[in-house]
């Protein structure tokens, strides 16, 4: 029993230490990290600053570690241009939700809520919702972690852009979204 405890561990271990690897290589040297607990779930939320443009993006690391309860090893991204601090923050609890609640994880996720994490968001940005999808912006590489683990990207979305997907899909949704040429990184956008 020790013997198989201490083999998960380190395989654990190895894969935290590919997404490291991971994101150094197509992200770059992060900036800083905060760490957060509900109950049993650490989540921490990695900075990269030189990624995209005007952009810092964030990047979950342990959300991995919980791919029994969401059926998928995994980790997220989320570029964003403004308001850094409550967005980390959104990110990590949404996460922390998506986990507590046992989701089956994958494109096509709608979180909405995003006051309830932090008041006023909504007002200051005119987004109300999280919405998780298959990562873009970034070279296919990016998308699996050594076979291992799947990497997903999340972004702000309006009450319109909810409704929307809400009534057409994934799918619709996010070709309205390229075809619009809509920035999705753009917290504050219209």
Same mark, same amino acid.
């Given at each position: ?23 150094? &290589? ?7 990290? /905060? ?16 990624? %995209? ?12 570690? *919980? ?7 995994? /980790? ?12 980390? /923050? ?32 909504? /007002?200051?940005?005119? &987004? ?27 972004? %702000? ?8 997907? +809400? &009534?057409?899909?994934?799918?619709? *949704? ?13 917290? +504050?956008? +219209?």
């Amino acid at each position: 029993m020790l013997v198989c405890l201490l083999t998960m561990r380190c395989m654990l271990m190895g894969i935290d230490e590919k997404i490291l690897d991971h994101y150094t &290589k197509y992200l770059g040297e992060f900036a800083g990290t /905060e760490q957060y607990r509900f109950g049993n779930q650490i989540i921490q939320i990695l900075g990269f600053p030189n990624v %995209f443009k005007d952009c810092l993006v964030f990047a979950t690391f342990g959300m991995s570690k *919980f791919s029994e309860e969401i059926k998928r090893q995994c /980790e997220v991204i989320l570029a964003v241009d403004d308001l850094y601090d409550e967005c980390s /923050e959104i990110l990590a609890n949404t996460v922390c939700y998506i986990l507590s609640e046992k989701m089956e994880f994958g494109r096509g996720i709608l979180i909405e809520g995003v006051d309830n994490i932090v008041p006023g968001f909504s /007002e200051s940005s005119g &987004k109300c919702a999280l919405y998780f999808t298959d990562v873009s912006g970034l070279p296919e590489e990016f998308s699996v972690v050594d076979e291992e683990c799947e990497m997903y990207m999340c972004f %702000f979305v309006s009450k319109e852009e909810a409704e929307f997907f +809400k &009534k057409h899909g994934s799918d619709e *949704f996010e070709t309205y979204l390229e075809e619009n040429g809509i920035d999705v990184a753009a917290v +504050k956008r +219209k």
